[in-house]
């Protein structure tokens, strides 16, 4: 038979460098140093079981150069690589290729099948103690290599027994289990709470043992993932806190675990999977585990990465990329290939609510050249393709109207009072029939919006746009009902909810985003805020997005720039709200999730890099620096990011 290895690690270059040195017909995938040293002296295995093993002819490929098609593939790469391995997956495998996932990693057989269905995906664990010692080179520590897979469904198919007789013949013990996810679960109550307890204190697993505090946190870690398999209806047949204690009693005093090296070194390790998972899954099956949740918050925890209600959406988690324009539209303002990708991209990656960049309503209210509009039907069919990518990953995304006002990027902008903008134009004050223009134009492009499959609207009243500047004393001089009193200056965005409203349905969700300071007589406009959240509030808006007038003007260690204000607010409201700026991490994510804001937007450090959820979740920190070139590039050079390659 023709094995693949994917992922030359300490595992899977051990299983494959011992059916290699059988003379078993065994490729690799490998990349980096490590690839490039195989290629050149071939694999070579120290093995405290067999001894020093030197396949010297090994046969290394990185993803790209592999094209045969193997009857067997041990997938053997963490769990933060799956997304890069599946595509590769589907490539080479055959519907009758049997995929058995060697990961640390619960359930990942499962999560596999449902991702590429048409093939054909056991599920397994290991029982090793190796990792790559120097590029081309594993080393195998200990008496125990014993590998187990199975079939979820507890039927066992010929070529089990033909793998089985390989690895055996190879020096490997093995076990085909007739309840693989009983099996895999218990391997996974070991292999977690070691990796929770090492990277909380910080120690070896010998440190670890001998300290009568630490091994009982880790025994306590252990008896957590017993009641949560009692609850998930896996129950374990054995002793589990007796046995893992056993297991570290047994493991090298200088051991640690990969998790832990991962996260020394800065990169992506497996946190979200060993242990982030755990409390999630706790929660699902409702299950105390509070040494799980104390370490876990230790490390950027927090409800933000659990599923929500918002009104009659579910959404994954509380997380949500903020308007953003993304500057790669078509020059029409219609949807562009590039953009779809991007909403993939986040829909893909964990963002729990995508909100649009801005899409005026009014052709006087465009901000920039070819932004997207949404003021005629010509631009519903790319709206649907945005919607419905975003729907195939199972995410939600809600639309933001807007008009751009005194900032209109128009021969003739308008705002409401006669005022000098940024842009060095005269804004003329609206009429009142203009004014009955615009509130039906906001009617009508929620009403596109709801025809292409947008989950919600979002209303944009920030950032010195035409209902920024009606919400702004200094930009709203009018002397009719419009201006003045606070009540005044929110009448005209009042009436573009109840006007969007009228359009869309009841049930429907309209969310806004407002300015949560001013830059003139700010003490004052805080008064001003709370009077403009509770209107909202009784108008029925789903959530409030804070943001700030002066958010460009922050370093880049700055964070978190207007919770102060927003938990003020928050506390006198039962409308949730939303704050962005100044969010680069899950300790970021937390503080603003224990300050009572119920949601958490990222706009900048989305932009840097659309997958970045998954990153934090992985440990990773976010490349973002606050230098806000992402709002010229794409006019200037036609990138987004400053650590973007630039696209031909």
Request: proline share 4%.
């Amino acid at each position: 038979m023709k094995y693949l290895i994917v992922g030359t690690g300490g595992t899977g270059g051990a299983i494959g460098g011992f059916l290699a040195a059988s003379g078993k017909d065994v490729s690799f995938i490998a990349r980096g140093s490590h690839l490039e040293a195989i290629r050149q002296n071939g694999l070579v295995v120290d093995s405290e079981l067999r001894g020093r093993l030197h396949i010297e002819n090994a046969q290394a490929f990185d993803m790209e150069s592999y094209e045969d098609s193997p009857d067997v593939i041990f997938v053997c790469v963490k769990g933060y690589s799956m997304d890069e391995v599946c595509p590769f997956l589907r490539r080479v495998a055959r519907p009758d290729t049997m995929i058995v996932p060697i990961l640390n990693v619960y359930g990942t057989g499962g999560k596999l099948a449902v991702r590429m269905p048409g093939l054909t995906v056991a599920d397994g664990c290991v029982y090793i103690v190796s990792y790559i010692s120097a590029p081309g080179e594993i080393t195998q520590k200990g008496p125990l290599f014993r590998v187990v897979y199975g079939n979820r469904d507890s039927s066992c198919p010929d070529i089990f027994y033909d793998i089985e007789s390989d690895l055996r013949e190879s020096g490997i013990d093995v076990i085909v289990s007739t309840n693989i996810i009983r099996d895999a679960f218990q391997k996974f109550s070991c292999v977690s709470p070691m990796a929770a307890a090492g990277v909380f204190f910080q120690n070896t697993m010998g440190e670890i043992r001998e300290n009568p505090r630490k091994r009982a946190v880790f025994a306590s870690l252990v008896g957590e993932i017993g009641q949560l398999a009692q609850a998930m209806g896996i129950p374990f047949s054995t002793d589990v806190v007796q046995e893992n204690l056993e297991i570290l009693d047994h493991s090298a005093p200088d051991s640690t675990t990969s998790m832990q090296r991962d996260l020394q070194k800065g990169g992506p390790s497996e946190i979200n999977e060993l242990l982030f998972e755990v409390v999630r899954l706790g929660k699902r099956y409702q299950v105390e585990l509070p040494t799980y949740e104390m370490i876990a918050k230790s490390m950027g925890y927090s409800e933000a990465l659990e599923p929500m209600w918002l009104g009659n959406l579910q959404l994954r988690n509380h997380l949500v990329r903020s308007a953003t324009r993304d500057g790669v539209e078509n020059e029409d303002g219609t949807v562009s290939e590039r953009q779809l990708q991007i909403m993939r991209t986040f829909a893909s990656h964990e963002v729990g609510m995508i909100i649009t960049g801005h899409f005026y309503v009014h052709p006087q209210g465009q901000a920039s050249p070819s932004q997207n509009g949404i003021y005629d039907g010509r631009f519903l069919p790319g709206m649907r393709r945005m919607t419905d990518v975003v729907h195939m990953e199972e995410g939600c995304i809600v639309a933001q109207l807007n008009h751009a006002g005194g900032n209109a990027d128009v021969e003739e902008p308008v705002a409401p009072s006669e005022r000098v903008y940024s842009k060095g134009r005269l804004a003329r004050a609206l009429t009142r029939e203009e004014m009955d223009e615009i509130r039906e134009c906001f009617a009508e492009g929620a009403s596109r919006a709801y025809q292409a499959g947008f989950d919600g609207v979002q209303i944009h009243m920030a950032h010195d746009y035409l209902l920024g500047e009606f919400l702004t004393p200094m930009m709203n001089n009018r002397t009719d009902e419009y201006g003045g009193s606070a009540e005044n200056r929110f009448r005209f965005c009042a009436e573009i909810i109840e006007a969007v409203r009228r359009a869309t349905s009841e049930s429907f969700p309209i969310l806004v985003k407002i300015n949560s300071n001013v830059q003139a007589n700010d003490r004052q406009y805080e008064e001003d805020l709370l009077y403009y959240l509770q209107q909202m509030e009784s108008l029925g808006v789903a959530a409030a997005e804070l943001s700030g007038c002066d958010f460009t003007k922050k370093s880049a260690n700055e964070r978190t720039y207007y919770l102060e204000r927003a938990a003020r607010m928050q506390q006198q409201l039962s409308m949730p709200l939303i704050l962005v700026g100044g969010v680069r991490s899950l300790q970021d994510i937390a503080k603003v999730i224990d300050a009572g804001i119920p949601m958490v937007s990222l706009s900048r450090p989305l932009i840097c890099q659309g997958d970045l959820i998954p990153r934090l979740l992985s440990g990773e920190r976010a490349r973002c620096i606050s230098c806000n070139q992402c709002f010229a590039l794409p006019r200037t050079r036609g990138i987004r990011c400053v650590f973007h390659v630039q696209q031909r």
